[in-house]
């Protein structure tokens, strides 16, 4: 192969290296707005449901729910978890002992934890690890009070991510544990 | 040698560059791999009014090429086809450096297209043989993938797979719009059809080895299970539903067994199910995750993923109850296990401090070749005739196809349409 082919070749790669580089930035840039776009939204969307499960509607129960108190430790749904582990970390117990003790509180209420992992991994040994971590919240709830016949364990693995750029903070926020109450007394 | 020199001379410039290689430039860098053999295939002569719907010099060409042993020569180079086998001139195709050429004619009879071809050894100066197929109009370009395997066989001694169809998952949208499918496709990606939707995730599809199923994890009842699929009659019926997950379905060689990851008794761990009966016995006892089993072609033995030793590895257990063995070392971790159709080496996906990526290991000397240097490479699937692997990695976030020559030299990405695409099965021949 001749020496014009190479140079030929060497710029039309760095060409190509130049097209490729440019858009990642602005697709990351525009993502990260959007998101901040969509949890505006979400939380401003969140206060109306709470403005309204406070009873300012007409009808409503006028008693509070303490799981729509923002200021509760039972508004906080999300744990957290490290690469490739499903040790519960502390900070998140305090929450969840307050979750065990409303369940234990509320007997026909139902919860379910749902485990989610990062895309570092492959998609069915992290399905394994999904259910690894739900089960992980499981233990330290039913050790707090709540019943094992309250709590629900599924896994979607990587599957159905909040966080789509490929950076540590992305995929931090998909390596959780979701509580979701099926039925909340 | 020049080939070999100036490959890792570029390679060498694109790493000071970015520090990592992207899928689009891979395809470029391998061009041209020492040892490929040089093949002309001429544009096929049309026999009839107006255009025919498809290039099939063209697909052959390109199919050649995704298979890393056929160096295709450009069509621009090439002297002119001959009319037919008599006029073979083999000094003028050895005069542009091809050892074989491959050349034909299609003509359309009723609602078929009668395609010709001939393959010519350039260097024996001989027509290796002649061929006409009969091809329905509408499907000519699964005509040009079995022109394809016919020459490729022709060639090389083994069978082609480019007849054979991929399945995978395609997944639109973000959020609550997010919808994923299970498609069929063409080998080259072309032809997809969707056979299933869901709201919910769909995983892990794989064929049953007839051909005309496929099974998969499906997340409709907001939980995963396993069901099985009739590609040509859409039948559907689940085959999996126990307390926690249900995953990882590979089918034994012999269509009567498959083989899964079940977590009903607490802890994942794998199992092996009659299909005829649905008797389940329990192949593994552990307390770690134990997933992603695949067979090995007698049938014997089974491997599959274990962080037991602290990180994902794979492991090999001989049925029905041998101890199973440790088999990865390399990386900090390993998952995902292909077995070759001839079960002498395995593709996996090692995990290491560049991200994912696809490995082969030749079970004989244990020997270990890296095949890909994405960062995301997942979900290796190998060609029926084990010349190829077709796996998930990504553009820039996007999820798209890929595919790499058993000997890790040549690189492609698949077509794929909007959205993104993931965890492809191709299927037996």
Same mark, same amino acid.
């Given at each position: 192969?001749?020496?014009?082919i190479?140079?030929?070749?060497?710029?039309?790669? /760095?060409?190509?290296? !130049? &097209?490729? +580089?440019?858009?990642? =930035?602005?697709?990351t @840039? $525009?993502?990260?707005?959007?998101?901040? /776009?969509?949890?505006? !939204? &979400?939380? +401003?969307?969140?206060? =109306?449901?709470?403005? @309204? $499960?406070?009873?300012?509607g007409p009808?409503?129960?006028l008693? !509070?729910?303490?799981?729509?108190?923002?200021?509760?430790?039972?508004?906080?749904?999300?744990v957290?978890?490290?690469?490739?582990r499903?040790?519960?970390?502390?900070?998140?117990?305090?929450?969840?002992?307050?979750?065990?003790?409303y369940?234990?509180?509320?007997?026909?209420?139902?919860?379910?934890?749902?485990?989610?992992?990062?895309?570092?991994?492959?998609?069915e040994?992290?399905l394994?690890?999904g259910?690894?971590?739900?089960?992980?919240?499981?233990?330290?709830?039913?050790?707090?009070?709540?019943?094992?016949?309250?709590?629900d364990?599924?896994?979607?693995?990587?599957?159905?991510?909040?966080?789509?750029?490929?950076?540590?903070?992305?995929?931090?926020?998909?390596?959780?544990?979701?509580?979701?109450?099926?039925?909340?007394? | 040698?020049?080939?070999?020199t100036?490959?890792?001379?570029?390679?060498?410039?694109?790493?000071?560059?970015?520090?990592?290689?992207?899928?689009?430039l891979?395809?470029?860098?391998t061009?041209?791999?020492?040892?490929?053999?040089?093949?002309?295939?001429?544009?096929?002569?049309?026999?009839?009014?107006?255009?025919?719907?498809?290039?099939?010099?063209?697909?052959?060409?390109?199919?050649?090429?995704?298979?890393?042993?056929?160096?295709v020569?450009?069509?621009?180079?090439?002297?002119r086809?001959?009319?037919g086998?008599?006029?073979?001139?083999?000094?003028?195709?050895?005069?542009?450096?091809?050892?074989?050429?491959?050349?034909?004619?299609?003509?359309?009879?009723?609602?078929?297209?009668?395609?010709?071809?001939?393959?010519?050894?350039?260097?024996?100066?001989?027509?290796?043989?002649?061929?006409?197929?009969?091809?329905?109009?509408?499907?000519?370009?699964?005509?040009?993938?079995?022109?394809?395997?016919?020459?490729?066989?022709?060639?090389?001694?083994?069978?082609?797979?480019?007849s054979?169809?991929?399945?995978?998952?395609g997944?639109?949208?973000?959020?609550?719009?997010?919808?994923?499918?299970?498609?069929?496709a063409?080998?080259?990606?072309?032809?997809?059809?969707?056979?299933?939707?869901?709201?919910?995730?769909?995983?892990?599809?794989?064929?049953?080895?007839?051909?005309?199923?496929?099974?998969?994890?499906?997340?409709?009842?907001?939980?995963?299970?396993?069901?099985?699929?009739?590609v040509?009659?859409?039948a559907?019926?689940?085959?999996?539903?126990?307390?926690?997950?249900?995953?990882?379905?590979?089918?034994?060689?012999?269509?009567?067994?498959?083989?899964?990851?079940?977590?009903?008794?607490?802890?994942?761990?794998?199992?092996?199910?009659?299909?005829?009966?649905?008797?389940?016995?329990?192949?593994?006892?552990?307390?770690?995750?134990d997933t992603?089993?695949?067979?090995?072609?007698?049938g014997?033995?089974?491997?599959?993923?274990?962080?037991?030793?602290?990180?994902?590895?794979?492991?090999?257990?001989?049925?029905?109850?041998?101890?199973?063995?440790?088999?990865?070392?390399?990386?900090?971790s390993a998952?995902?296990?292909?077995?070759?159709p001839?079960?002498?080496?395995?593709?996996?996906?090692?995990?290491?401090?560049?991200?994912?990526?696809?490995?082969?290991?030749?079970?004989?000397?244990?020997?270990?070749?890296?095949?890909?240097?994405?960062?995301?490479?997942?979900?290796?699937?190998?060609?029926?005739?084990?010349?190829?692997?077709?796996?998930?990695?990504t553009?820039?976030?996007?999820?798209?196809?890929?595919?790499?020559?058993?000997?890790?030299?040549v690189?492609?990405?698949?077509?794929?349409?909007?959205?993104?695409?993931?965890?492809?099965?191709?299927?037996?021949?």
């Amino acid at each position: 192969m001749n020496t014009t082919i190479r140079w030929a070749l060497v710029i039309l790669m /760095a060409g190509l290296l !130049a &097209a490729c +580089a440019q858009p990642k =930035r602005d697709l990351t @840039e $525009a993502e990260r707005q959007a998101a901040e /776009a969509a949890a505006e !939204a &979400a939380a +401003a969307e969140q206060a =109306r449901r709470e403005a @309204e $499960a406070r009873g300012l509607g007409p009808d409503r129960d006028l008693r !509070a729910d303490p799981l729509d108190d923002p200021q509760s430790l039972l508004a906080e749904r999300l744990v957290y978890f490290d690469f490739d582990r499903d040790t519960v970390r502390p900070e998140f117990v305090p929450m969840l002992e307050a979750h065990a003790r409303y369940l234990s509180q509320n007997s026909g209420a139902r919860l379910r934890l749902e485990g989610h992992t990062d895309e570092r991994g492959t998609r069915e040994y992290n399905l394994a690890l999904g259910e690894r971590r739900a089960q992980a919240v499981r233990r330290i709830m039913t050790l707090n009070g709540a019943r094992d016949a309250q709590l629900d364990v599924i896994s979607y693995g990587e599957e159905m991510p909040v966080a789509f750029t490929q950076t540590e903070e992305s995929w931090a926020r998909n390596r959780r544990v979701e509580l979701v109450y099926e039925v909340r007394r | 040698m020049k080939h070999r020199t100036l490959q890792i001379w570029l390679l060498g410039i694109l790493l000071l560059a970015t520090g990592q290689v992207s899928a689009v430039l891979e395809v470029t860098v391998t061009e041209g791999v020492t040892g490929a053999i040089p093949v002309a295939v001429t544009q096929f002569a049309w026999d009839g009014s107006g255009q025919p719907s498809e290039d099939v010099g063209q697909i052959v060409g390109a199919n050649l090429t995704r298979s890393g042993l056929f160096d295709v020569l450009a069509r621009e180079r090439l002297p002119r086809a001959p009319d037919g086998p008599d006029s073979f001139l083999a000094e003028s195709w050895a005069a542009v450096g091809a050892e074989y050429l491959v050349s034909g004619r299609m003509r359309p009879e009723g609602g078929q297209v009668l395609v010709e071809f001939h393959v010519f050894d350039v260097l024996a100066n001989q027509r290796l043989g002649g061929f006409r197929i009969p091809v329905p109009a509408d499907m000519l370009r699964r005509g040009a993938h079995r022109v394809s395997d016919i020459v490729y066989e022709q060639i090389t001694g083994d069978k082609g797979a480019f007849s054979a169809r991929i399945a995978y998952v395609g997944v639109t949208g973000r959020g609550e719009e997010r919808r994923f499918s299970l498609e069929v496709a063409d080998s080259d990606g072309a032809n997809p059809r969707t056979l299933y939707r869901s709201s919910q995730p769909i995983m892990s599809p794989e064929w049953a080895p007839g051909g005309r199923e496929l099974v998969y994890v499906s997340f409709e009842n907001r939980r995963s299970e396993i069901f099985r699929h009739n590609v040509e009659t859409g039948a559907r019926s689940s085959l999996a539903s126990f307390s926690g997950i249900n995953s990882a379905p590979a089918w034994s060689p012999d269509g009567t067994r498959l083989a899964m990851a079940l977590s009903r008794d607490g802890t994942p761990n794998i199992y092996v199910m009659d299909v005829e009966t649905g008797a389940l016995s329990q192949i593994t006892r552990s307390n770690a995750i134990d997933t992603e089993p695949a067979w090995s072609p007698d049938g014997q033995t089974i491997y599959f993923t274990s962080d037991r030793a602290g990180s994902p590895q794979i492991y090999q257990m001989r049925l029905p109850d041998g101890a199973a063995q440790r088999l990865t070392f390399e990386g900090s971790s390993a998952g995902a296990a292909a077995v070759a159709p001839d079960g002498k080496s395995l593709v996996y996906v090692q995990g290491g401090q560049g991200g994912l990526r696809l490995a082969r290991m030749d079970l004989d000397n244990r020997r270990v070749t890296l095949l890909t240097s994405g960062r995301y490479d997942k979900s290796p699937s190998f060609a029926p005739n084990g010349s190829m692997i077709i796996y998930s990695t990504t553009d820039r976030g996007r999820g798209i196809l890929g595919s790499v020559s058993r000997d890790g030299r040549v690189h492609q990405r698949l077509a794929a349409r909007s959205g993104e695409v993931r965890e492809p099965a191709w299927s037996p021949l």
